[in-house]
C-alpha cells in the first residue's frame, strides 16, 4: 500500500505531505481544486511521462515521492536485485523533473525511468478518467485477455517460436532476392570472369613490366655508355688506369721520403681497383644488353591491356583480383542456390509446424480465459446493477491466405501477439444476443465493466495498490451505491486509491480526503486535507447538497455513511 505521498513544486502544489491507510482511500473537492494535478503526480512516480510545464513558477524542479509498504513479491525482488537497489519492505519511488530533464530514485538509488516504470507497474495499477475508453477499441480486447497470468508462458513461447520464423522467412526472402539480382548479374559475371581469368593477373606483374621495358626502352643508351667506359682503360692515349698507375708510382716514391703521402697512396690504390671494377663489369654488362623490338613491342601491349582493365573496372591490379575472387564466389552460389532455397524451405516448413503447434496452445488458452472471464465480469456486472448481462469473448483465427500456418486446411496470418482476432461483445439488457461494446454500452456501463474488470484483475495479479481516477462516470444514484461496496469489497484484496464526485462512493471510505485550492495574496496552492469522522460526514453531505449544507442533508449524509460502512 501508499504508505505517504511527498509533492513539491509540483503545478500548483508548493508542498505537501499526506499519508493513505488501508482499505478505501476518497479524494474528494471541487472541480478545479487539483485533484487531476494529484494524479499527475502519481503518475509521474510510476514512471509515466512528465513535461516540464509542471515545475511550478519559480522552482527549479518538480519532485514527486511515495513511500509504499510492498511485502514479499519476487518478481520485484528479482528487478530491483538487477539493477542494484536494495529491497525492502518499504520501497521509496522518487522522481525529479528539472528543465534540464529527468531523475529517477528507488530507496535513493538512481535508476532509470524504465526500472522506475516497470517496478511501478507491479506495485500500483492507476486507471485514469479515459482509460475505460480503451475497452471500446477492439485492438486493445487482446491485451485485456493477456493480462491473465496463465496466458503469460503460453505467449512467451509463441513468441519464441514465431522470431525463428520471422528470421527463416527473412533468410529465404533475403536469398530469393538475391537469387532474383544474380540472375539477372550472372552473364555479365561470366564474362568479367573469363576476362580477368584470361588476363592471368599477378600483383606484382606492372612493376615487372616497368622494370624490363625500361631496359628494353634504354639498350642503346645503356651499350654506349658501358663502351664509354671501357674506352677509358682501353685507350691509345694515356687511359685513367694508366695514369692512375702512374700517380701510384709517384706517391710511392715521395711517401718513402714523406710519411704524410701515404693516405692518398692508399685513397689511389683503392680508386685503381674500382676504377679496375667498374670497367670490367662496363664489359661484362655489354656482353648481356638485349636488343629486342618485338619484346618491348609486346610488353607495351600487355601493359596497354593491363590500363585498359583497370580503366573499364575502375580497380587497381590487386583490387581486380579481389574483385575476380568475388564474382567467381557468387557464382558459386548461383549455380547452388536452387538446394540453399530448398534448405530454407524445409527449415520454414518444419518451423512453421512448430509455430502452428505453439498458436493453437495460445489460442485454446485464450478461448478458456476468455470464457472463465466472461462468467466472472457477469457475476461482478449482476452486483454493479447489471443483472441481465451476457458477455462473449470471441477468439477468432486471423485467416488469410498469405498466412505462415495452417489451421482446419485454411492459412493462417501470424503476428507477434498471436494468430488470434479479439473481441469483447456484451449485452446488457435481457434478450438481447451480445454485441461490439462499442455499440451496446453506455458511458456508465462501460465504467462498470472496467470495474468489474480491474476487481478480477486485482484478485488475479495480487497488486498491492490501485488508483481509480473517476471510474465513476456517467452512473449516479443507486448505481453508484453499489460501485461504491464493490470499491469497498475490493478494498480488501488491496489498497484503493480512488477520486470521485459520487457521495454514494465518498460515503463508504474507510479514509477520506478533501483536495482543495487555497489563495492567498501571492499565490494558488492546493492541499489535501484528511477529514475527521465529523468533517468526512459534511463533505458527504456537500456532495448531496452543494455549497450550502442543511440539517436535512447532514442527517442524510449520516444515513448513507452508516448504511454502507456498518452494514458491508
Known sequence: MIQSLYIKDFALIDELEVSFGEGLNILTGQTGAGKSIIIGALNMILGERADTDVIRQGSEKAISEATIRVGDDPELKTLLSENEVEFGEYLI????????????????????IGVLKSAGDLLVDLHGQHDHQLLLKEENHRGVIDSFGE??????????EYQKMKELQKELSSLKKRESELQEKTELYRFQVKELEEARLSPEEETELESEMNLLDNAEVLDQKAASIAELAESDDASIIQLLNHLKLNLEDLAR????????????????????????????????????????????????????LQKKYQRDIPE????????QRELSIADNFDLEIAKIEKAVSD?????????????NARVKVGTELAVQIQQELSKLGIGNSKMDVRVDWLFDNNGWIMVDGQPVDCTEIGADDIRIFISTNKGEEPKPLAKIASGGEISRVML??????????????????EIDTGISGEISEKVGKAMRSLSEQCQIVAITHQPQIASQAHHHYK??????????????IPLSQEEHIREVAGLMSG???????????????????YTN
Do not use: W
Open 351 to 363: 518451423q512453421a509446424s512448430i509455430l502452428s503447434k505453439s498458436a493453437v496452445q495460445l489460442h
Open 452 to 469: 468489474a474488470l480491474k476487481s478480477i484483475l486485482a484478485k488475479e495479479q495480487h497488486l498491492p495498490v490501485m488508483i481509480f481516477d
Open 151 to 160: 496466458i503469460e508462458p503460453v505467449l512467451l513461447t509463441y513468441q519464441k
Open 515 to 528: 483536495v482543495a485550492k487555497v489563495e492567498d495574496d501571492a499565490r494558488t496552492t492546493t492541499q489535501i
Open 93 to 112: 519511488l522518487r522522481r525529479e523533473i528539472r528543465q534540464t530533464g529527468s531523475r529517477a530514485f528507488i530507496n535513493d538509488t538512481p535508476v532509470n
Open 257 to 308: 721520403i714523406e710519411p704524410e703521402f701515404e693516405n692518398y697512396l692508399e685513397e689511389i690504390n683503392a680508386a685503381r681497383v674500382s676504377v679496375n671494377e667498374a670497367v670490367q663489369f662496363a664489359e661484362r654488362y655489354r656482353n648481356n644488353i638485349e636488343f629486342n623490338p618485338s619484346r618491348l613491342e609486346e610488353l607495351r601491349q600487355r601493359q596497354s591491356e593491363l590500363n585498359r
Open 547 to 565: 455549497a450550502e449544507i442543511s440539517e436535512s442533508a447532514l442527517n442524510s449524509a449520516k444515513e448513507l455513511i452508516e448504511r454502507n460502512t
Open 320 to 327: 581486380l583480383i579481389n574483385y575476380l575472387g568475388e564474382i
